[in-house]
């Protein structure tokens, strides 16, 4: 199959591409930086913002994947009408879309379209913990509501269960809530991340005024921050409830948050 990846160089996105490449499917990735490459993937140009870039891009594609989200400014999208419009005349069958915490423009375009969607639900990334690189270094993580617990998923299991809904017949119209196997708080994480580190990692809890105080230290916007206060002080059910999607769709057990430290110990050296 020929597929096209947007937010081929994101974290996700990535490790879509290479799945597929490994499968022996003909990639094209999609990006608005013309050096960017990915091993085995035909890079092209195109922007989301500007559904006219994708014309070119989706010549004999057959399915493709989506963000919903500028992978510039990370502000939701106003084009998914026209980006499913698109899609719909040059003859993809099946698209991907990489939910959010709320339902985007792209989605409910794909929603009201007679593609074969499916909308893939990840819950925390254990990509997050990159976050604790500085920390990890000065020896002591710094984080609120340390009880808050999480079924946070390794990034390869999300992209896994996009391939399946991009390959695979039987999957439209499908929503697919995708967890890692089991759940943590923090202590229990920064208790593995030291197993894997061969360090021991001190944690001090920050109250909310100090987190807050912190990340706009750190550069991120208001908004971010008053996300990331609610979706740790009052995380969803959805957020720590461990679901059997990954190994249901791709007869494989998700992968563990001790196995994505070993796998990225040495981002920590």
């Not at 195109?46 to 006219?52: A, R, S």
């Not at 976050?131 to 009880?147: L, N, Q, S």
């Not at 299991?157 to 391939?163: G, L």
């Not at 971010?224 to 409830?241: K, S």
Request: hydrophobic letters at 45%.
């Amino acid at each position: 199959m020929r597929i096209l990846i947007a937010g081929s160089t994101g974290t996700v996105g990535r490790q879509i591409v290479a799945q597929l490449v490994a499968q022996g499917h003909s990639v094209r990735a999609l990006t608005r930086n013309p050096e960017a490459a990915l091993h085995g993937a035909e890079m092209v140009a195109g922007n989301l913002t500007d559904p006219g870039t994708l014309v070119e891009a989706l010549d004999g594609v057959e399915a493709m994947h989506l963000i919903s989200f500028d992978g510039g400014s990370y502000q939701p999208l106003a084009t998914g009408p026209e980006i499913v419009e698109v899609a719909s005349r040059a003859g993809v069958k099946r698209v991907t879309v990489l939910g959010g915490k709320d339902e985007s423009g792209v989605e409910k375009a794909l929603r009201d379209s007679d593609l074969a969607w499916t909308i893939v639900q990840p819950v925390e990334f254990m990509g997050n913990a990159m976050g604790w690189i500085p920390a990890v270094h000065a020896g002591e993580v710094k984080e609120p509501f340390i009880d808050r617990r999480s079924a946070m998923v390794h990034e390869a299991d999300i992209a896994a269960v996009a391939v399946v809904g991009l390959t695979e017949d039987g999957h439209g119209g499908q929503t697919y809530t995708v967890t890692g196997p089991q759940v943590l708080t923090v202590p229990e994480k920064v208790e593995i991340l030291s197993r894997a580190l061969g360090k021991e990692i001190g944690l001090v809890e920050l109250t909310e005024a100090q987190a807050r105080e912190k990340w706009a230290g750190e550069g991120l916007a208001a908004d971010i921050i008053d996300f990331l206060i609610w979706a740790y002080g009052n995380t969803p059910e959805i957020g720590y409830t461990v679901v059997s999607t990954v190994e249901d769709l791709t007869g494989k057990p998700a992968r563990t948050f001790a196995q994505w430290c070993a796998e990225n110990a040495p981002a920590f050296a």
